[in-house]
T-cell receptor, first 116, second 117 residues
Framework: AAGVIQSPRHLIKEKRETATLKCYPI?????VYWYQQGPGQDPQFLIS???????DKGSIPDRFSAQQFSDYHSELNMSSLELGDSALYFC???????????????FGQGTRLTVV | AQKVTQAQTEISVVEKEDVTLDCVYE???????LFWYKQPPSGELVFLIR??????QNEISGRYSWNFQKSTSSFNFTITASQVVDSAVYFC??????????????FGGGTRLMVKP
């Protein structure tokens, strides 16, 4: 079965550069979620989108922005990168309340961002 | 505020032993979901189970079983006859099912399980 696809899998950027992470949800899933997992930490919720609209916002820095497109894929844009942004970034997808309730979220393999 | 506590940071067992991973949660919500995810060394997060707060029935799936006790706010996970491939970090998580984003998860700190041959 098709899973959540994230690209790139690995990314190395220098401080103050920008990065764009992409997420392609499971086919027919209309909701995407972004999480950040620092080294040795548990994943932290950043932001979510349902039907191209932001549905919830967590601890996402102002330097980050995200959007969901008409084909439901999502992009996380990160600017003025800092060393502390080095982390594993997960995207997850699910069906939204159009079906009555949110289904469970399935995660992609993550993008490992290293800021040097 | 929601909180998930996994008191066991690391557990080491020998293959074929049974092991229980503890999870205790705090929430003021009356309806919520509880989850377990597995993170193997390769890094991906693998969904294992989601349980609605209204459903206190225990669940068994192969060698995996889950014990949900609302009275003690616990959602423990047992692996029977552990195997080396079970070695991973296991996360317990909680979300407020009444919110629009039912998958805005609060994770516990994770338990690293090492199964030795």
């Amino acid at each position: 079965a098709a899973g959540v696809i994230q690209s790139p899998r690995h990314l190395i950027k220098e401080k103050r550069e920008t990065a764009t992470l992409k997420c392609y949800p499971i086919p027919r899933h209309d909701t995407v979620y972004w999480y950040q997992q620092g080294p040795g930490q548990d994943p932290q919720f950043l932001i979510s989108f349902y039907e191209k609209m932001q549905s919830d916002k967590g601890s996402i820095p102002d330097r980050f922005s995200a959007q969901q497109f008409s084909d439901y894929h999502s992009e996380l844009n990160m600017s003025s990168l800092e060393l502390g942004d080095s982390a594993l970034y997960f995207c997850a997808s699910s069906l939204g309340p159009r079906t009555g309730k949110y289904t469970e979220a399935f995660f992609g393999q993550g993008t490992r961002l290293t800021v040097v | 505020a929601q909180k998930v506590t996994q008191a066991q940071t690391e557990i080491s067992v020998v293959e074929k032993e049974d092991v229980t991973l503890d999870c205790v949660y705090e929430t003021r919500d009356t309806t919520y979901y509880l989850f377990w995810y597995k993170q193997p060394p390769s890094g991906e997060l693998v969904f294992l189970i989601r349980r609605n707060s209204f459903d206190e029935q225990n669940e068994i799936s192969g060698r995996y079983s889950w014990n949900f006790q609302k009275s003690t706010s616990s959602f423990n996970f047992t692996i029977t006859a552990s195997q080396v491939v079970d070695s991973a970090v296991y996360f317990c998580a909680l979300s407020d099912s009444s919110k629009n984003a039912g998958n805005m998860l609060t994770f516990g700190g994770g338990t690293r399980l090492m199964v030795k041959p």
